[in-house]
C-alpha cells in the first residue's frame, strides 16, 4: 500500500431494484494543495546545487579574457628588457593556452535539438499504405469492432462507453488487421507496422536536417510492447545503412514515458562522445498491443492507442547552437515503482483464456497523480524564478495549521506546454491540479484529438503543434510531460534558441 494519502470521489449509481442506489467510491488524481514532500524539493535542490558547480567553470572566460588583455600589452620593447624576458612570454602564453584548453575541456557541452519528425502518411503512399492502416472515426472503430466477431456485446457497449468520453476524434490511425475475425498478434505484422512509422518518421527526419545516416554515432530506440530478435534499432541500421561502430540501444518495456528516458540515454551518450549525432527513435506497435479478450482493465490500451512514431536529432557540437531549435535545459525523472500498487497499476499479463494484453488499474490516475506531484516539486526548484521560490519557502516556513501550503505558479517557469495526451480526463485533472489556462492545454488536447494516444511519441506531436501554429518564440520554454508503467513521471525542458517557423514536414498539415 502506498504510504501517500489516497484521494477519493464518489458516484451514485442506481442498482436496478425499485428505489436500490449504492454509492461507488473511485480512487483520482491526489489534490496538489493538500500537501508538499519536501524529500522532493530536497531532492531538486540537490540537482540544482550540482549544475551550479559548473558556475566556476563560467567564471573562467572573463578571467581569461583579462589575462589576454593583460597579455596583449607586452610589446616586443618589453621582450628586450630584463624584467620580461622570452622566456617568460612563452611560459604565459602556454599557461594561457593551457587553461583555455581546460575551459573547453571541462565545461559540459549543451545538448541541442536539431529538428524532429512525427511520422503521418504522405498523400503519394496512401493507396499503397491503406493495405496495412486505415484512418477510422469513433463510430467506424465500434462497427469493425462489432463485426471482428473478437468481443462480446458487453465488451463492445464498455468500448462505445469509453470513447465517447475519451477526447479522440474521427480522423486516428489503426493498423487494419486487427479488425480481422479470430485475429491473433504475430511479429510480421508488429514488425511490418514498426517499420511503416519507424522509417518514415527518419526519413522526414534527415530531409530535414540534412544530416547523412553515415554522421550518426548514437542510436536510441524505445518501444514498450514489440521486442524482437534482432531487435528494432537494427532494424533503423539496416533500412539506413548505418555506420558499422554505431552505439545502438534498444529500451523496450517501459511504457509511454520510455521516449523521455531515450532522450537522457542520448545526452548522456553525447557527454561520453562528443561532437556527435544522435538519433532518437519513439513508438509504440498498436498490433502488438491490441486485446481481443473481454477483460474489463485490458480493454482500455483498444480504446485509446493509436499509430505513431516520433524521430528527434540530438547533437553536442557546440556550433550547432546557432543551427538547433532548442536546448535541452534540465530533465527529470521519477519513478515511483518501489510501491507495489504503482508497479502493478500497468501490465502485460494473459487473461483466463490466454490471451495477452496490458492491464490498467482504476487506481492509475491516482497513482499517476502522486508521480507527477513528485516530478514537479523536484523540477520546481531548477525552473522556477526565484521570487516564487522565496514565496514558497515563506508560506511553507509561516503557514497557519490546517491550511493548504503554497504551491508554485508553473505557468512562470514554461511558455508552452506538452503533457502525454492520454485521455481526456487526466488532462482534466492536470490542468485542474495545476491550475492551467486553456491555452496551455491546447496542444495536449489537439493531440488526443487528432492523433489518440500515441504513447512516447505524443509530446513530440503536441510539440509538433505549437510549430505548426507558430507559437515558438526565441528564448521560450517548453515543458514536456510524460508518464509510463513502472510507474513513472518523466519531465523535459527545452529552450528555444531561435523563432520557429512552420516547418516544411509536418503531421498538422492538412490533406489537400
Not at 50 to 60: G, K, Q, V, W
Not at 260 to 271: E, F, G
Not at 453 to 465: G, K, Q, R, V
Amino acid at each position: 500500500m502506498s504510504k501517500e494519502n489516497e484521494e477519493f470521489s464518489t458516484e451514485i449509481v442506481q442498482n436496478g431494484v425499485e428505489d436500490s442506489f449504492s454509492v461507488r467510491v473511485r480512487p483520482r488524481m491526489p489534490d496538489f494543495l493538500s500537501s508538499v514532500n519536501l524529500k522532493y524539493v530536497k531532492l531538486g535542490y540537490g540537482y540544482l546545487i550540482t549544475h551550479r558547480l559548473y558556475l566556476l567553470l563560467l567564471l573562467a572566460p572573463p578571467l581569461l579574457a583579462a589575462f589576454f588583455a593583460h597579455l596583449g600589452n607586452f610589446t616586443w620593447q618589453d621582450l628586450s628588457h630584463h624584467n620580461h624576458g622570452l622566456t617568460e612570454a612563452l611560459f604565459i602564453s602556454a599557461l594561457f593556452f593551457f587553461f583555455l584548453y581546460l575551459y573547453f575541456d571541462f565545461t559540459p557541452r549543451s545538448t541541442y535539438l536539431l529538428d524532429f519528425a512525427c511520422f503521418r502518411p504522405p498523400n503519394e503512399f496512401k493507396a499503397y499504405l491503406m493495405r496495412i492502416f486505415m484512418q477510422v472515426s469513433k463510430v467506424e472503430f465500434i462497427e469493425l469492432v462489432r463485426k471482428s466477431g473478437n468481443f462480446n456485446d458487453t465488451t463492445i457497449e464498455f468500448k462505445e462507453r469509453v470513447l465517447k468520453k475519451s477526447g479522440i476524434g474521427d480522423e486516428t490511425y489503426m493498423p487494419k488487421g486487427v479488425f480481422r475475425p479470430n485475429y491473433r498478434t504475430s511479429l510480421n505484422t508488429g514488425r511490418e507496422e514498426a517499420s511503416m512509422v519507424m522509417v518514415g518518421a527518419v526519413k522526414e527526419l534527415l530531409a530535414a536536417t540534412k544530416v547523412r545516416p553515415k554522421d550518426i554515432k548514437i542510436l536510441v530506440v524505445n518501444c514498450g510492447i514489440l521486442n524482437t530478435t534482432p531487435s528494432l534499432s537494427s532494424l533503423i541500421v539496416n533500412h539506413f545503412k548505418l555506420r558499422h561502430d554505431i552505439h545502438s540501444f534498444n529500451l523496450g518495456g517501459m511504457g509511454c514515458a520510455a521516449g523521455v528516458t531515450a532522450i537522457d540515454l542520448a545526452r548522456d551518450l553525447l557527454d561520453a562522445y562528443p561532437s556527435s549525432y544522435a538519433l532518437v527513435v519513439s513508438t509504440e506497435v498498436v498490433s502488438s498491443s491490441w486485446y481481443t479478450g473481454n477483460d474489463t482493465d485490458m480493454l482500455i490500451p483498444n480504446c485509446f492507442f493509436r499509430m505513431g512514431a516520433a524521430a528527434i536529432m540530438l547533437s553536442n557540437f557546440r556550433l550547432h547552437r546557432w543551427r538547433a531549435k532548442y536546448e535541452l535545459k534540465q530533465l527529470v525523472r521519477t519513478h515511483k515503482g518501489m510501491d507495489n500498487r504503482s508497479h502493478k497499476s500497468i501490465h502485460q499479463r494473459e487473461d483466463s483464456e490466454g490471451r495477452r494484453g496490458i492491464s490498467v488499474s482504476k487506481d492509475v490516475i491516482e497513482i499517476g497523480g502522486h508521480a507527477l506531484k513528485a516530478n514537479i516539486t523536484t523540477l520546481g526548484p531548477l525552473v522556477l524564478p526565484v521570487s516564487e521560490q522565496l514565496h514558497f519557502f515563506t508560506n511553507l516556513l509561516f503557514k497557519k495549521r490546517k491550511t493548504k501550503p503554497y504551491i508554485p505558479d508553473y505557468k512562470l517557469a514554461f511558455e508552452h506546454m506538452c503533457i502525454l495526451a492520454t485521455s481526456k480526463k487526466v488532462l482534466d485533472e492536470i490542468q485542474k491540479n495545476l491550475e492551467l489556462t486553456e491555452e496551455y492545454m491546447e496542444a495536449s488536447r489537439k493531440t488526443l484529438e487528432r492523433f489518440g494516444n500515441t504513447s512516447s511519441s505524443s509530446i513530440w506531436y503536441e510539440l509538433a503543434y505549437l510549430e505548426f501554429n507558430s507559437r515558438v518564440k526565441r528564448g521560450d520554454r517548453v515543458c514536456q510531460i510524460a508518464f509510463g508503467s513502472g510507474f513513472k513521471c518523466n519531465s523535459l525542458v527545452w529552450k528555444a534558441l531561435r523563432n520557429v517557423r512552420t516547418p516544411k514536414y509536418s503531421p498538422w498539415i492538412k490533406d489537400e
